[in-house]
Protein backbone atom coordinates (compact mmCIF):
# COMPACT_ATOMS: atom_id res chain seq x y z
CA UNK A 1 0.00 0.00 0.00
CA UNK A 2 2.66 2.08 1.21
CA UNK A 3 4.67 1.71 -2.41
CA UNK A 4 1.38 2.57 -4.16
CA UNK A 5 1.15 5.96 -2.66
CA UNK A 6 4.44 6.52 -3.33
CA UNK A 7 4.07 5.46 -6.76
CA UNK A 8 1.14 7.89 -7.45
CA UNK A 9 2.91 10.50 -5.54
CA UNK A 10 5.84 10.51 -7.78
CA UNK A 11 3.46 10.25 -11.23
CA UNK A 12 1.77 13.06 -9.72
CA UNK A 13 5.35 15.13 -9.86
CA UNK A 14 6.53 13.81 -13.18
CA UNK A 15 3.49 15.18 -14.56
CA UNK A 16 3.83 18.32 -13.26
CA UNK A 17 7.34 18.33 -14.94
CA UNK A 18 6.54 17.11 -17.90
CA UNK A 19 3.26 19.32 -18.39
CA UNK A 20 5.41 22.58 -17.47
CA UNK A 21 8.40 21.43 -20.29
CA UNK A 22 5.69 20.88 -22.80
CA UNK A 23 3.36 23.88 -22.41
CA UNK A 24 6.68 26.48 -21.83
CA UNK A 25 8.80 25.22 -25.11
CA UNK A 26 6.07 25.63 -26.89
CA UNK A 27 3.89 28.26 -26.02
CA UNK A 28 7.21 30.35 -24.93
CA UNK A 29 9.94 30.43 -27.75
CA UNK A 30 12.09 33.00 -26.36
CA UNK A 31 12.63 31.58 -23.15
CA UNK A 32 16.09 29.63 -22.73
CA UNK A 33 16.51 26.11 -21.78
CA UNK A 34 17.69 27.60 -18.39
CA UNK A 35 14.14 29.40 -17.90
CA UNK A 36 12.14 26.47 -19.22
CA UNK A 37 13.45 24.19 -16.78
CA UNK A 38 14.34 26.85 -13.57
CA UNK A 39 11.84 29.91 -14.02
CA UNK A 40 9.61 30.06 -11.41
CA UNK A 41 5.38 29.16 -12.37
CA UNK A 42 3.57 32.29 -12.90
CA UNK A 43 -0.24 32.76 -13.08
CA UNK A 44 -1.25 33.25 -16.66
CA UNK A 45 -3.53 35.99 -16.06
CA UNK A 46 -1.91 38.33 -13.47
CA UNK A 47 1.86 37.62 -13.92
CA UNK A 48 2.29 37.06 -10.03
CA UNK A 49 4.87 34.19 -9.35
CA UNK A 50 2.74 31.08 -7.91
CA UNK A 51 3.66 30.39 -4.10
CA UNK A 52 5.84 27.24 -3.67
CA UNK A 53 2.45 25.38 -1.50
CA UNK A 54 0.65 25.72 -4.95
CA UNK A 55 3.30 24.09 -6.63
CA UNK A 56 2.49 20.84 -4.78
CA UNK A 57 0.47 18.67 -7.87
CA UNK A 58 -3.07 18.21 -6.83
CA UNK A 59 -2.73 19.65 -3.38
CA UNK A 60 -1.70 23.02 -4.33
CA UNK A 61 -5.01 23.29 -6.57
CA UNK A 62 -7.19 22.12 -3.81
CA UNK A 63 -5.68 24.54 -1.54
CA UNK A 64 -6.25 27.39 -3.83
CA UNK A 65 -9.38 25.66 -4.57
CA UNK A 66 -8.78 26.46 -7.86
CA UNK A 67 -8.11 29.58 -8.37
CA UNK A 68 -5.25 32.11 -8.44
CA UNK A 69 -5.32 34.91 -5.74
CA UNK A 70 -5.95 37.88 -8.64
CA UNK A 71 -9.27 35.69 -9.12
CA UNK A 72 -8.85 33.75 -12.64
CA UNK A 73 -9.27 29.62 -12.45
CA UNK A 74 -6.50 27.82 -13.24
CA UNK A 75 -7.11 25.24 -16.00
CA UNK A 76 -8.51 21.73 -14.57
CA UNK A 77 -6.04 20.12 -17.04
CA UNK A 78 -3.20 19.93 -14.92
CA UNK A 79 -4.65 18.32 -11.62
CA UNK A 80 -6.04 15.78 -13.88
CA UNK A 81 -3.23 15.45 -15.94
CA UNK A 82 -1.28 14.62 -12.50
CA UNK A 83 -3.80 12.22 -11.16
CA UNK A 84 -3.98 10.72 -14.57
CA UNK A 85 0.01 10.15 -14.28
CA UNK A 86 -0.21 9.01 -10.40
CA UNK A 87 -2.69 6.15 -11.83
CA UNK A 88 -0.49 5.51 -14.94
CA UNK A 89 2.54 4.84 -12.52
CA UNK A 90 0.75 2.99 -9.69
CA UNK A 91 -0.88 1.06 -12.27
CA UNK A 92 2.48 0.16 -14.20
CA UNK A 93 3.69 -0.94 -10.83
CA UNK A 94 0.68 -2.80 -9.98
CA UNK A 95 0.30 -5.07 -12.42
CA UNK A 96 4.23 -5.21 -14.08
CA UNK A 97 6.22 -5.69 -10.45
CA UNK A 98 8.14 -2.95 -9.31
CA UNK A 99 11.98 -2.90 -11.01
CA UNK A 100 13.44 0.13 -12.35
CA UNK A 101 12.45 -0.82 -16.12
CA UNK A 102 9.02 -0.50 -15.12
CA UNK A 103 9.39 2.52 -13.39
CA UNK A 104 11.42 4.19 -15.98
CA UNK A 105 8.67 3.17 -18.79
CA UNK A 106 6.00 4.49 -16.44
CA UNK A 107 7.55 7.75 -16.73
CA UNK A 108 7.98 7.48 -20.57
CA UNK A 109 4.28 6.67 -20.43
CA UNK A 110 3.68 9.46 -18.11
CA UNK A 111 5.52 12.36 -20.94
CA UNK A 112 3.90 9.94 -23.80
CA UNK A 113 0.50 11.04 -22.05
CA UNK A 114 1.66 14.69 -22.11
CA UNK A 115 3.08 14.73 -25.70
CA UNK A 116 -0.64 13.87 -27.24
CA UNK A 117 -2.23 16.28 -25.07
CA UNK A 118 -0.29 18.54 -26.62
CA UNK A 119 -0.08 17.60 -30.00
CA UNK A 120 -4.04 17.71 -29.65
CA UNK A 121 -3.99 21.11 -28.42
CA UNK A 122 -1.30 22.84 -31.04
CA UNK A 123 -0.76 20.05 -33.57
CA UNK A 124 2.90 19.93 -32.17
CA UNK A 125 5.51 18.43 -30.28
CA UNK A 126 7.72 19.64 -28.03
CA UNK A 127 11.66 19.06 -28.80
CA UNK A 128 12.07 19.03 -25.10
CA UNK A 129 8.98 16.33 -24.80
CA UNK A 130 11.24 14.12 -27.25
CA UNK A 131 14.82 14.77 -25.34
CA UNK A 132 13.26 13.95 -22.51
CA UNK A 133 11.61 10.69 -23.81
CA UNK A 134 15.38 10.10 -25.41
CA UNK A 135 16.93 10.52 -21.78
CA UNK A 136 14.32 7.66 -20.54
CA UNK A 137 15.03 5.67 -23.25
CA UNK A 138 18.85 5.74 -22.95
CA UNK A 139 18.21 4.95 -19.45
CA UNK A 140 15.80 1.81 -20.04
CA UNK A 141 18.03 0.23 -22.39
CA UNK A 142 21.14 0.68 -19.90
CA UNK A 143 19.14 -1.26 -17.47
CA UNK A 144 18.23 -3.83 -19.85
CA UNK A 145 20.81 -6.70 -20.68
CA UNK A 146 21.59 -5.95 -24.06
CA UNK A 147 22.25 -2.40 -25.19
CA UNK A 148 23.17 -2.84 -28.71
CA UNK A 149 20.08 -5.29 -29.53
CA UNK A 150 18.08 -2.03 -28.77
CA UNK A 151 20.59 -0.15 -30.64
CA UNK A 152 20.15 -1.88 -33.78
CA UNK A 153 16.55 -1.67 -33.78
CA UNK A 154 16.99 1.98 -33.34
CA UNK A 155 19.16 2.47 -36.35
CA UNK A 156 16.88 0.15 -38.18
CA UNK A 157 13.54 1.95 -37.67
CA UNK A 158 15.26 5.60 -37.65
CA UNK A 159 16.32 4.46 -41.11
CA UNK A 160 12.90 3.76 -42.41
CA UNK A 161 11.61 6.16 -40.65
CA UNK A 162 13.87 8.49 -42.46
CA UNK A 163 12.83 7.20 -46.15
CA UNK A 164 9.09 7.41 -45.25
CA UNK A 165 9.05 10.89 -43.87
CA UNK A 166 11.15 12.26 -47.13
CA UNK A 167 9.00 10.06 -49.69
CA UNK A 168 5.85 10.46 -47.95
CA UNK A 169 6.52 14.27 -47.18
CA UNK A 170 3.47 15.41 -45.12
CA UNK A 171 1.67 12.78 -44.25
CA UNK A 172 3.68 12.07 -41.27
CA UNK A 173 5.13 14.95 -39.25
CA UNK A 174 8.74 14.95 -38.43
CA UNK A 175 8.30 14.94 -34.51
CA UNK A 176 5.63 11.59 -34.66
CA UNK A 177 9.11 10.01 -36.82
CA UNK A 178 11.65 11.48 -33.45
CA UNK A 179 8.58 10.45 -30.94
CA UNK A 180 8.82 6.79 -32.60
CA UNK A 181 12.53 6.37 -33.25
CA UNK A 182 12.86 7.48 -29.22
CA UNK A 183 10.20 4.63 -28.78
CA UNK A 184 11.85 1.92 -31.03
CA UNK A 185 15.61 2.76 -28.94
CA UNK A 186 13.87 0.88 -25.55
CA UNK A 187 11.92 -1.25 -27.32
CA UNK A 188 11.79 -4.76 -28.10
CA UNK A 189 11.42 -6.03 -31.50
CA UNK A 190 7.68 -7.27 -31.05
CA UNK A 191 6.56 -4.47 -28.43
CA UNK A 192 7.42 -1.96 -31.39
CA UNK A 193 5.46 -4.13 -33.81
CA UNK A 194 2.62 -3.88 -31.72
CA UNK A 195 2.93 -0.48 -30.76
CA UNK A 196 2.70 0.82 -34.14
CA UNK A 197 -0.05 -1.60 -35.64
CA UNK A 198 -1.96 -0.67 -32.23
CA UNK A 199 -1.08 3.40 -33.45
CA UNK A 200 -2.06 2.70 -37.04
CA UNK A 201 -5.22 0.47 -35.97
CA UNK A 202 -6.47 3.27 -34.03
CA UNK A 203 -5.84 5.81 -35.91
CA UNK A 204 -7.57 4.79 -39.16
CA UNK A 205 -10.35 3.27 -36.92
CA UNK A 206 -10.90 7.58 -35.25
CA UNK A 207 -10.13 8.46 -38.77
CA UNK A 208 -12.73 7.30 -40.56
CA UNK A 209 -14.99 7.59 -37.92
CA UNK A 210 -14.01 11.16 -37.91
CA UNK A 211 -14.01 11.20 -41.24
CA UNK A 212 -17.78 10.18 -41.52
CA UNK A 213 -19.09 13.14 -39.21
CA UNK A 214 -17.81 15.39 -40.69
CA UNK A 215 -19.13 14.59 -44.18
CA UNK A 216 -18.39 17.71 -45.82
CA UNK A 217 -14.90 17.37 -45.65
CA UNK A 218 -12.80 14.32 -45.74
CA UNK A 219 -9.68 15.52 -45.72
CA UNK A 220 -8.82 15.41 -42.32
CA UNK A 221 -5.30 16.40 -40.65
CA UNK A 222 -5.07 13.91 -37.25
CA UNK A 223 -2.72 14.67 -34.75
CA UNK A 224 -0.73 11.06 -34.18
CA UNK A 225 1.03 11.16 -31.07
CA UNK A 226 -2.05 10.15 -29.23
CA UNK A 227 -2.49 7.14 -31.15
CA UNK A 228 1.33 7.05 -30.78
CA UNK A 229 0.79 6.72 -27.03
CA UNK A 230 -2.54 4.57 -27.14
CA UNK A 231 -0.10 2.05 -29.15
CA UNK A 232 2.40 2.77 -26.22
CA UNK A 233 -0.35 1.77 -23.40
CA UNK A 234 -1.43 -1.70 -25.14
CA UNK A 235 2.21 -2.86 -25.32
CA UNK A 236 3.38 -1.54 -21.61
CA UNK A 237 -0.10 -3.32 -19.84
CA UNK A 238 -0.84 -6.45 -22.61
CA UNK A 239 2.24 -6.58 -24.95
CA UNK A 240 3.23 -9.82 -23.42
CA UNK A 241 -0.49 -10.96 -23.46
CA UNK A 242 -0.71 -10.40 -27.31
CA UNK A 243 2.67 -11.77 -27.89
CA UNK A 244 1.78 -15.11 -26.47
CA UNK A 245 -1.79 -14.94 -28.16
CA UNK A 246 -0.36 -14.63 -31.42
CA UNK A 247 2.25 -17.11 -31.17
CA UNK A 248 -0.28 -20.18 -29.93
CA UNK A 249 -2.16 -18.61 -33.02
CA UNK A 250 0.73 -19.01 -35.63
CA UNK A 251 1.52 -22.72 -34.27
CA UNK A 252 -1.93 -23.90 -34.99
CA UNK A 253 -1.59 -23.90 -38.56
ZN1 LIG B 1 -3.42 35.46 -11.12
Known amino acids: MTLHILTFII???IASFFMTL???SLTEKKSSLRDILFSRSRCTSCGKNISPLRLIPVIGFLAARGKCTCGSKINFLYPLSEII???VLTASVYINGISPVVIAEGIFLCNSLVIAYFD??????SNLSIAAALIISIIIIFLTANPV?????FAITSSILLLFGYIFAGSIGWGDIKFIAVISLYSDLYELIITLESAILTGCAAGIIIALLKTKNLKIKLPFAPFITAGLFITHFAGNQIYKAF???IQQY
Open 85 to 87: CGI
Open 149 to 153: YHLKI
Open 22 to 24: AER
Open 120 to 125: IKFMRI
Open 247 to 249: IIY
Open 11 to 13: GTF
